[in-house]
């Protein structure tokens, strides 16, 4: 069955640390992929994306990703955190065929970050 | 702007009382669909449309209805909310087109979200 996992349910970092968000899918072929904030109060703001090609994503307020089909992940990275981050993030993840379209959520992992 | 909007934000209301949750995109994407996000559990789909006439079940679907008249509009609709669908819940969009279609785009937007409680 296809599915999103993120693996770390709450993650807290220092200001100015780098930080790597784990997600891991598990898609028949080539999946397209999501990374989603989701600030206190607020809903779901896309961060990147991946659908083909480069597997090296940028993403907005200085996020990236990088999709590893041998380690079926995307994990989400940023190399200096600022306090603004703190946040859900969410993975998600669809496949092409009948029900393009529909994504799976991972059930997201809360950043917490420290001064 | 391009944007999805729900109404209401914030609803309060007791078991039994049918309530309706309005959903519009203004972008004409094709496909719509409904979450609802619990602590702990993350976003759980309820229901999603393909295109107008189009829908189907989600992960969640017991206890909700939705309809999809027209394009721009998905209403989700509780006939007997019960204490268990208290919840926050998102609608979204992308516009997703079919097997057929030259362009496929499949991130979602989401709505602000409406904050339900059924006491």
């Known amino acids: 069955a296809q599915s999103v996992t993120q693996p770390d349910i709450h993650i807290t970092v220092s200001e100015g640390a780098s930080l790597e968000l784990r997600c891991n899918y598990s898609?028949?072929?080539?999946?397209?992929l999501f990374w989603y904030v989701q600030s206190p109060g607020q809903g779901l703001q896309l961060l990147l994306k991946?659908?083909?090609?480069?597997?090296l994503v940028q993403g907005i307020k200085g996020f990236e990703a990088e999709f590893k089909r041998s380690q079926s992940s995307f994990n989400l990275r940023k190399p200096s955190v600022h306090w603004s981050d703190a946040a859900e993030y969410f993975c998600a993840g669809g496949g092409y065929g009948g029900s393009q379209g529909n994504l799976i959520f991972g059930k997201g992992t809360k950043l917490s970050v420290k001064p | 702007e391009a944007q999805v909007t729900q109404n209401p934000r914030y609803l309060i209301t007791v078991t039994g009382k049918k309530l309706t949750v309005t959903c519009s995109q203004n972008m004409n994407h094709e496909y719509m669909s409904w979450y609802r996000q619990d602590p702990g559990l993350g976003l759980r789909q309820i229901y999603y449309?393909?295109?107008?006439?189009?829908?189907d079940k989600g992960d969640v679907p017991e206890g909700y209805k939705v309809s999809r008249k027209e394009k721009r509009n998905f209403p989700l609709i509780l006939e007997s909310p019960s204490p268990n669908q208290t919840s926050l819940y998102f609608c979204?969009?992308?516009?997703?087109?079919?097997?057929?279609?030259?362009?496929?785009?499949?991130?979602?937007?989401f709505g602000p979200g409406t904050r339900l409680t059924v006491t």
């Open positions: 991946y659908f083909s090609g480069d597997t």
């Open positions: 898609y028949g072929a080539t999946p397209y």
């Open positions: 979204a969009s992308s516009l997703s087109r079919g097997l057929a279609g030259s362009e496929l785009s499949f991130e979602q937007y």
């Open positions: 449309s393909m295109n107008v006439e189009v829908t």
